[in-house]
């Protein structure tokens, strides 16, 4: 059963005045601490990279990423609020994000929202990390549902009809690799070093993406996505036609793949879009900032006069104002944290 505390948490107009929310982001390898008000200003936005720490690795190490965020959680609870010129009393609710994730990090996060609730009288609110990433299209805007939400990270690649700021059905998702994880996978044969997205993202600007036929993924669902063909399909190509010194047909591979995976993701969204008619098309998630997927969803829909929301290059990766925005909008119940704190990843995110 649902307790009514958890239903008035999930009414943000009960409020009368402005609502501030300080929210934790640490369910992969961000350490991320945020103040956002009413679910879309953003007063502070503190977001401390592991990457350095997980290169060695070549992706991102559970343990590690846990021990990290405990390090740096407290610096940037501090650098969030000097920023924002805030006090601790002056925050009316405490977020953090459930999951899905690294159980440990996630932990990490969770405990430090949850700590400083207790210590101020204030409310703890959970959110799905999912949510998140779509609700960073509300901050410094005013998107509104409904509208389709094309979802891109290194662990998640879906598309989601966000009908209200509390229902979200799926449309479909990938079968295999998220779109970000193939990215990195394929930038590692390539030598291009972890993280690798943005790396292979500016290294395909400079190629001819024509030179190489690799498969658009093909699937039974309408909506679904399939990368794993796509990413065997470079591997091979890298192994059998990559010479050490030729940077030029480096940059067109590079160039080939990000023109394969782009179009499997514009093709299944331009096919959501129709199915249901919606005028606003959004897009969420790290492969957000990809300049090639950004440039062909704005053409198409400049040519067929739709509205195509992006959030702003600072909110596509994982951070904290994101995970505020959905505290505010979607903030979950007892039994909806419950559910997704029980199906945590225990893999590496990327």
């Known amino acids: ?17 402005s609502m501030k929310i300080l929210a934790f982001e640490s369910s992969c390898d961000e350490t991320s601490v945020a103040i956002v008000e009413d679910g879309r200003r953003v007063f502070a936005n503190v977001v401390r990279s592991q990457a350095e720490n997980h290169r060695q690795y070549g992706g991102v ?24 010129q805030l006090d601790l009393q002056d925050i009316d609710v405490f977020a953090a994000t459930l999951g899905p994730g690294l159980v ?15 210590i101020t009288g204030k409310p703890f609110r959970g959110v799905n990390h ?12 005013t998107l509104e549902p409904p509208f389709l939400c094309l979802l891109v990270s290194g662990g998640h690649c879906q598309l ?13 998702q990938t079968l295999d690799d998220a779109v970000g994880e193939t990215y990195d996978k394929v930038a590692r044969v390539l030598g291009l070093g972890y993280p690798g997205g943005p790396v292979l993202d500016q290294l395909a600007q400079t190629g001819d993406a024509t030179r190489y036929a690799l498969p658009v993924g093909k699937t039974q ?5 399939s990368f794993s063909g796509l990413k065997t399909a470079t591997a091979r190509l890298a192994q059998n036609e990559l ?10 591979l590079a160039a080939s793949f990000q023109h394969a995976a782009v179009q499997a993701l514009v093709q299944r969204t331009q096919a959501a879009q129709q199915a249901l008619g919606y005028t606003t098309v959004a897009v969420a998630g790290g492969v957000a900032a990809n300049s090639a997927l950004r440039q062909q969803l704005a053409d198409w829909c400049t040519e067929q006069g739709l509205q195509l929301h992006l959030p702003h290059m600072a909110f596509c990766t994982d951070n904290a ?13 007892e039994a909806m944290a419950d559910e997704v704190f029980s199906r945590q990843k225990t893999v590496p995110c990327r």
């Open 1 to 17: 059963m649902v307790s009514q505390k958890s239903i008035d948490l999930c009414r943000p107009w009960l409020y009368a005045s």
């Open 61 to 84: 190490v559970p343990e590690v990423a846990s021990r990290q965020h405990l390090i740096l959680a407290n610096e940037a609870l501090q650098a969030a609020m000097d920023e924002s």
């Open 104 to 118: 440990g990090s996630l932990l990490v996060g969770a405990q430090a929202a949850k700590t400083l609730a207790f």
């Open 130 to 141: 999912l949510h998140g990433h779509i609700a960073s299209n509300y901050l410094e805007s």
């Open 160 to 172: 989601m009809d966000v009908q209200a700021y509390d229902t979200m059905p799926l449309l479909g």
């Open 221 to 225: 669902g309408r909506f679904d996505f």
């Open 243 to 252: 010479k050490a010194d030729d940077q030029t047909a480096l940059a067109d």
């Open 321 to 333: 104002a994101m995970i505020a925005s959905a505290a505010f909008f979607s903030p979950l119940t």
